[in-house]
């Protein structure tokens, strides 16, 4: 990403290309029995299916409304759809609701197109299952686009969220949908890479691989060797197939899921979200799978970052996530005299938020400091806390 705001050039795929993938053969199309957290999937069943339905027809007013054409005149589109920017990466805001009584953290991550992770982080020391009546819900519902081709469906397991960037449309201003996933937890990653979509089925019927079937029957939930559709079908009532063989994009029968790392690797929706992405794409469509857990991004002659918690099997060590973080806003400011908050930016890489920051600093030292030698003199120098460093290694 540079500052006027381009994504970094890359190859494109034409259609019915797909990637040649040579990991493990997949074994997923399944629903997962649990994630490696303090909330399980059987605490998560706590909450209402239909609560959630019926909340989600209220705030968009129609299912359907997601997949209606846009009204490029006016500001009224519909929830977690953004006019693309002319310049700059940012798109949506960070805003605050109220929790009514009933409410639980993921009803209204859901009604705001968040995810469960997503709203936990951004509401620490609220209850996920009572927030209480009144109590103030954020809602982390800005984002910094990818650094990747704007075009197709674009996948960022680490943030948990899928962009689509729809054909441009003569006379209409480009638009960008973004919707929370489930992705593929510990030991059945979703794989990355370029691919298309091969197939779309309604109400699809699912298929459990063998080796799903034993973990389910190891665990004493024997499952048939076909799943027809209706509600117990994990597929939910979209499917689309990827080039990637056995790897899926597909709306749940647990929409509580979505958000987590709750999959044998494919990628879950929440059932609307899937009927309305299901309606604007087509086999062919190109699909970008990647794993970014630091964007970075320009709005307004402004540099912001926006970190994620790394995936487990990804974590490193806090130097090397700085050393990494610290390299990419380095490059991305080039020559241009910018004045970074490195202590700013320590802070977002050791404590992510899932939440853009800028990194602008706002005043500059009242005394000249000393020139720096590395990366990491820049982070002691701007920050002027003593034993940073010594800090930073113990947790290598």
């Given at each position: 990403?540079?500052?006027?705001?381009?994504?970094?050039?890359?190859?494109?795929?034409?259609?019915?290309?797909?990637?040649?993938?040579?990991?493990?053969?997949?074994?997923?199309?399944?629903?997962?029995?649990?994630?490696?957290?303090?909330?399980?999937?059987?605490?998560?069943?706590?909450?209402?299916?239909?609560?959630?339905?019926?909340?989600?027809?209220?705030?968009?007013?129609?299912?359907?409304?997601?997949?209606?054409?846009?009204?490029?005149?006016?500001?009224?589109?519909?929830?977690?759809?953004?006019?693309?920017?002319?310049?700059?990466?940012?798109?949506?805001?960070?805003?605050?609701?109220?929790?009514?009584?009933?409410?639980?953290?993921?009803?209204?991550?859901?009604e705001h197109r968040i995810?469960?992770?997503?709203?936990?982080?951004?509401?620490?020391?609220?209850?996920?299952?009572?927030?209480?009546?009144?109590?103030?819900?954020?809602?982390?519902?800005?984002?910094?686009?990818?650094?990747?081709?704007?075009?197709?469906?674009?996948?960022?397991?680490?943030?948990?969220?899928?962009?689509?960037?729809?054909?441009?449309?003569?006379?209409?201003?480009?638009?960008?949908?973004?919707?929370?996933?489930?992705?593929?937890?510990?030991?059945?990653?979703?794989?990355?890479?370029?691919?298309?979509?091969?197939?779309?089925?309604?109400?699809?019927?699912?298929y459990p691989p063998e080796?799903?079937?034993?973990?389910?029957?190891?665990?004493?939930?024997?499952?048939?060797?076909?799943?027809?559709?209706?509600?117990?079908?994990?597929?939910?009532?979209?499917?689309?197939?990827?080039?990637?063989?056995?790897?899926?994009?597909?709306?749940?029968?647990?929409?509580?899921?979505?958000?987590?790392?709750?999959?044998?690797?494919?990628?879950?929706?929440?059932?609307?979200?899937?009927?309305?992405?299901?309606?604007?794409?087509?086999?062919?469509?190109?699909?970008?799978?990647?794993?970014?857990?630091?964007?970075?991004?320009?709005?307004?002659?402004?540099?912001?970052?926006?970190?994620?918690?790394?995936?487990?099997?990804?974590?490193?060590?806090?130097?090397?996530?700085?050393?990494?973080?610290?390299?990419?806003?380095?490059?991305?400011?080039?020559?241009?005299?910018?004045?970074?908050?490195?202590?700013?930016?320590?802070?977002?890489?050791?404590?992510?938020?899932?939440?853009?920051?800028?990194?602008?600093?706002?005043?500059?030292?009242?005394?000249?400091?000393?020139?720096?030698?590395?990366?990491?003199?820049?982070?002691?120098?701007?920050?002027?806390?003593?034993?940073?460093?010594?800090?930073?290694?113990?947790?290598?």
């Amino acid at each position: 990403m540079n500052p006027a705001g381009h994504p970094t050039p890359d190859s494109e795929l034409s259609p019915g290309r797909s990637l040649q993938y040579s990991g493990p053969w997949p074994r997923d199309e399944a629903i997962a029995p649990n994630e490696r957290q303090s909330e399980t999937m059987t605490e998560m069943t706590r909450t209402s299916l239909f609560g959630y339905s019926t909340r989600l027809a209220m705030a968009l007013g129609l299912a359907g409304a997601l997949a209606a054409p846009l009204q490029a005149a006016d500001g009224d589109l519909p929830p977690g759809h953004y006019r693309l920017p002319e310049k700059g990466d940012l798109i949506g805001e960070v805003t605050t609701v109220k929790a009514d009584e009933k409410d639980t953290l993921i009803d209204i991550g859901h009604e705001h197109r968040i995810g469960y992770r997503a709203m936990v982080r951004a509401n620490p020391g609220v209850s996920v299952w009572y927030p209480g009546e009144g109590t103030e819900v954020k809602i982390p519902g800005e984002f910094i686009l990818p650094d990747v081709p704007r075009k197709g469906i674009v996948i960022n397991v680490a943030e948990m969220r899928l962009y689509y960037y729809p054909p441009a449309k003569d006379g209409e201003p480009r638009t960008v949908q973004t919707y929370p996933l489930g992705v593929g937890r510990q030991d059945w990653e979703t794989p990355l890479g370029n691919t298309t979509i091969t197939q779309m089925v309604k109400n699809p019927a699912w298929y459990p691989p063998e080796s799903i079937r034993q973990e389910h029957a190891a665990a004493g939930d024997p499952l048939p060797s076909v799943v027809p559709a209706g509600p117990n079908n994990p597929l939910g009532t979209r499917k689309m197939r990827l080039g990637i063989p056995g790897y899926l994009i597909h709306g749940t029968n647990k929409p509580e899921g979505v958000g987590m790392r709750v999959s044998h690797g494919c990628v879950r929706m929440l059932p609307d979200d899937a009927e309305a992405l299901f309606d604007q794409i087509s086999v062919g469509t190109q699909v970008r799978i990647i794993n970014d857990s630091f964007k970075l991004g320009w709005s307004d002659g402004t540099l912001y970052v926006q970190a994620y918690p790394y995936l487990d099997e990804k974590q490193g060590t806090t130097i090397q996530r700085v050393t990494e973080a610290l390299s990419q806003v380095e490059a991305s400011i080039d020559s241009h005299d910018y004045p970074i908050d490195y202590g700013r930016l320590r802070e977002v890489v050791e404590v992510p938020s899932g939440m853009p920051v800028a990194l602008k600093a706002s005043e500059e030292p009242e005394e000249p400091a000393p020139e720096p030698k590395s990366l990491y003199d820049h982070l002691e120098l701007a920050t002027a806390q003593p034993g940073l460093m010594d800090r930073l290694a113990l947790d290598g």
